[in-house]
């Protein structure tokens, strides 16, 4: 996708809302509308993975936008981004939570549970078979496919969640209705 190296995180995360994002892992086929995302801006960012530069880990947020970033959260979470923007800029919009649209039956059983499937980034990735040896890899291909949806009627933006450096960067996108991640964190009515 053209648009993905051409714009920022900043500006394409809110964008994605309502896309749907979708993976073929080993023919289990499943996929998600986008509720949720957050930004991360590299170099001039401190709280993204790429701030200290180029890793064997986060050698793909280096890449053209257009692949996507997994890395281990804890030891125990895959989390899944999108990387933005050109090559050598490092960007990134971290994938926080969606609502399943396929393959349910097949997140079920990835989770072990029937509800709380894709409520946040860690359980989003277990849910869509997402690892980190999938890292890298194009989100045109036959494994892991984006394709733009309707955008939702409105869309709040708030501080990042579960970070410690540059919270307060109001890089978090959240669709209304909002399928979010984090009760701690609910948004305030307005």
Known sequence: MTLLSEGSAVDLAPAMLGWTFR????????SVRLTEVE????ADDPASHAYRG???RTRPMFEAGGVVYVYLSYGVHFCVNIVTGPAGV???VLLRGGIPIEGIEIMEHRRGRSTDL???PGK???ALGLTTQHSGLPIDGALISLERGDPPSSITTTPRIGI????DRPWRFVADPPEISDSRSQIPAQ
């Open 23 to 30: 993976t073929n892992i080993d023919g289990d086929v499943t």
């Open 39 to 42: 930004a991360y801006m590299g």
């Open 54 to 56: 180029v890793t064997p």
């Open 90 to 92: 490092a960007q990134a």
């Open 118 to 120: 894709t409520n946040g």
């Open 124 to 126: 989003l990735g277990q």
């Open 164 to 167: 410690t450096k540059a919270p």
